[in-house]
């Protein structure tokens, strides 16, 4: 009768990377041990399989390590009958994980043995030794974990850096200090942000216009060469270091502040200003959130092409004045934008559009936004969700554009055409129909401002004074453009796609042809050719 093999897989584990570039480390040495248990074990039919499942630098307090993730993925698929190991530590330090390991096992009638520890999990005796043991492993994760965080505010009751993300305006300390190096450069940067914000009283105002002027985050690469920061500084970045009190020779641990071994780049004056005028708009912002909440009633209802909900948010601008958004989940969150999908679009836009979709279709005139049960945010179309019990009893009034993608007796599915054109980074909901006139009045007042900038002599325009700013200067431009595509501008004929900020970035030609073409006349107009044209 022939035995039947019993596939041996061997999990092998180091907290730390010190001494793995060595010829024989300790991921060899628990191998070699475990494939000596498994050949004692050869009379039952163990056999070790050749995949490597080596976890080296990875702690065995979680579970987020690719050997194991691997091998609980191979588990799954029934293509192991034994795991082994040198240690019960070396597969996990955690009992909460250790339960969720073994009812995996569990399920494919996977054993699990180790080298230096007798017992046998199928038993209940053996399930009450691993727990003891885990009991113990868990409880040294723990102490450890205590020693170290008692270490760390130790020092810095001292003042000492004890490591982290570097701040801008400072260099990592010399070998065997913990005394942190003011970096004169990124000091007199630091104090152009502070005295910014000052100026221009908003965080917002203050991160466009450092991306403007390409002033970028902290440059620094770790102790293991991994290069970080050089990015434009985001808004969050900017609070913290707006409120970091590193810049006054102080180390923070907590909510406790302590006297720092290092050197200040800041006059106390400069921060408590900064302090105060960030807690005097942490006070306006926080005036009544319960009524800028309410005015979200998509709330839950709206989902981006990735299936994800777009949540309010929430922006003040320079003047007071607040803006509100849906954004995606994992933007919120902080993830990448995906490229092509709309994850940012103005609340005020796709809420008009939606409510009045609704109010035609259903019965619902007044409260029409309560009767939609969910918004799809495709790339060319809003997939929106009506109960059929609100629809009216004739056929719904659909316009050019509009279609039903499928019903039911519970659910209505109608697909709305629209445009997704770019404005401020965000993506502007426009329905997908022939050119109406959409007066943009940041256009407009900027246009304004070039002439009021420009006086005429002998007919001819002539600028009398330089402009005060790079931002004047890309203002002055307008004055300029061809008289059709100014008074378009002035009609709200513009192409939907354009904007100020657009329209700063571009490079405008003196050719009013090559200008209808940049700025996307070309198609809207023929160009006049009883106008002068400097072509």
């Not at 996990?92 to 180790?114: M, W």
């Not at 270490?151 to 490591?163: E, N």
């Not at 390409?214 to 900017?238: C, D, N, Q, V, Y």
Request: charged share 25%.
């Amino acid at each position: 009768m022939t035995r039947k093999t019993i596939r041996c897989a061997i999990y092998t584990r180091k907290s730390s990377e010190e001494g793995l570039e060595q010829e024989f480390n300790s991921l060899d040495a628990q191998r070699e041990a475990g494939e000596a248990y498994v050949k004692s074990q050869a009379h039952e039919g163990w056999k070790a399989i050749p995949t490597l499942y080596d976890d080296g630098g990875f702690s065995g307090g979680s579970m987020e390590r690719p050997a194991l993730q691997k091998l609980l993925s191979h588990v799954d698929a029934g293509l192991i009958d034994v795991v082994v190991v040198y240690k019960i530590d070396r597969l996990t330090r955690s009992l909460p994980d250790f339960a969720r390991i073994v009812e995996r096992f569990d399920a494919q009638e996977v054993s699990f043995v180790s080298v230096t520890q007798a017992f046998n999990t199928t038993s209940s005796m053996g399930r009450l030794t691993l727990n003891v043991l885990l009991s113990f492993a868990q409880f040294e994760r723990e102490v450890t974990g205590e020693r170290i965080r008692d270490k760390i505010a130790a020092s810095k009751a001292k003042g000492k850096w004890i490591g982290g993300n570097m701040p801008l305006g400072y260099d990592r300390p010399k070998e065997g200090t913990h005394t942190l190096i003011v970096n004169d450069a990124e000091a007199q940067t630091v104090r152009h942000i502070f005295n910014r914000y000052l100026e221009l009283k908003s965080v917002h105002a203050l991160e466009r216009e450092l991306k403007e002027d390409g002033i970028l985050s902290k440059s620094w690469t770790t102790l293991k060469s991994k290069p970080m920061g050089g990015l434009p500084f985001s808004r969050g970045a900017l609070f913290y270091l707006l409120r970091n009190p590193v810049y006054l020779g102080m180390i923070r641990h907590k909510q406790e502040v302590h006297e720092g071994e290092h050197r200040a780049i800041l006059e106390q004056e400069l921060f408590d200003k900064v302090q105060t005028q960030l807690d005097a708009q942490a006070r306006r912002h926080r005036a009544s959130p319960k009524r800028r909440v309410a005015r979200s009633p998509l709330t839950g209802k709206l989902f981006d092409a990735n299936g994800e909900p777009m949540t309010p948010s929430f922006s003040r601008g320079s003047r007071g004045k607040h803006y509100r958004y849906y954004v995606s989940a994992s933007l919120q969150q902080g993830g990448k934008p995906t490229v092509g999908i709309a994850q940012r679009i103005p609340a005020e836009e796709i809420e008009a559009l939606a409510k009045e979709f609704a109010g035609r279709v259903s019965n619902a005139k007044k409260r029409a936004l309560n009767e939609v049960l969910a918004v799809h945010l495709q790339s060319h179309q809003l997939q929106i969700d009506l109960s059929s019990d609100t629809m009216n009893a004739a056929s719904p009034r659909l316009e050019s554009g509009e279609t039903i993608l499928f019903e039911n007796k519970k659910v209505t599915r109608f697909a709305v055409a629209i445009s997704l054109p770019k404005r401020g980074g965000q993506s502007t909901i426009l329905p997908s129909q022939t050119r109406k006139p959409r007066i943009d009045k940041t256009l407009v007042a900027s246009l304004r401002k070039a002439h009021q900038m420009l006086k005429t002599k002998n007919g001819m325009p002539l600028v009398e004074q330089a402009p005060a700013s790079p931002h004047e200067g890309k203002i002055l431009r307008m004055a300029f453009l061809a008289p059709d595509i100014q008074s378009d501008i002035m009609k709200g004929l513009q192409p939907h796609s354009l904007n100020l900020q657009k329209l700063k970035q571009m490079h405008i030609p003196l050719c009013w042809d090559a200008q209808r073409k940049a700025l996307g006349w070309i198609e809207m107009a023929a160009p006049c050719s009883s106008k002068p044209n400097p072509c």
